[in-house]
């Protein structure tokens, strides 16, 4: 995070000089002492983040792939004459035991056209779907998956 910092910091300058650097690292050291301290960071997650980083890469293509499909789905449902949507409401759990697992499964599945995340209790979804096609298999759909693969080994809090 601190590199990721300084690149910001080098990239909103537009030039990289000796001093631009030396502020940079001051900057960089400053936000990421701050980011430690009140926001319960460690070096340890970057490390994490490091390590898992291709399989968060893996879920951004993955959710963008989702996004796509969905937008064809739902432009097909809308503009279908002979078809009456139909739509609905489900529940279900999800075996995530992280928060921001939790959060990350109910932002992807609002993100995706056709369907909204209305509640998040615990571990249990509340999903509205434009159409039941779009409700079919959200409970063990990849997103899921790819999370529960993510948090193996995880050292964020778990609440």
Same mark, same amino acid.
């Given at each position: 995070?601190?590199? *990721?910092?300084? *690149? ?23 936000? +990421? ?7 319960? $960071? &460690? ?6 983040? +490091? ?7 893996? $879920?951004?293509? !993955? ?6 499909? =969905? ?5 097909? *449902?809308? +503009?279908?004459? /002979? ?10 759990? =999800?075996?995530?035991? !992280? ?8 932002? &992807?599945? @609002? ?5 909204? !995340?209305?509640?998040? @209790?615990?571990?249990? +979804? @509340? ?5 039941? /096609? *779009?409700? /079919?298999?959200?409970? &063990? ?6 999370? @529960? ?11």
């Amino acid at each position: 995070m601190f590199i *990721l910092f300084f *690149l910001i910091w080098v990239i909103f300058n537009g030039q990289l000089t000796a001093e631009i650097a030396a502020f940079g690292v001051v900057i960089a050291g400053v936000m +990421y002492w701050f980011l430690c301290k009140f926001f319960n $960071y &460690s070096p340890r997650f970057d490390l994490f983040l +490091y390590k898992k980083s291709p399989l968060l890469v893996r $879920y951004i293509l !993955t959710l963008i792939w989702e996004i796509l499909k =969905a937008n064809f789905a739902v432009f097909r *449902l809308i +503009y279908t004459a /002979e078809y009456e949507l139909e739509p609905t409401v489900v529940h279900f759990k =999800a075996n995530l035991h !992280t928060t921001f697992a939790r959060v990350l499964l109910a932002n &992807s599945i @609002t993100l995706t056209p056709g369907t909204i !995340t209305v509640a998040l @209790t615990d571990n249990e +979804y @509340t999903v509205h779907c434009l159409d039941k /096609e *779009l409700a /079919e298999g959200i409970s &063990s759909s990849v997103f899921v998956k790819l999370l @529960t693969k993510i948090e193996e080994g995880q050292i964020w809090k778990k609440k």
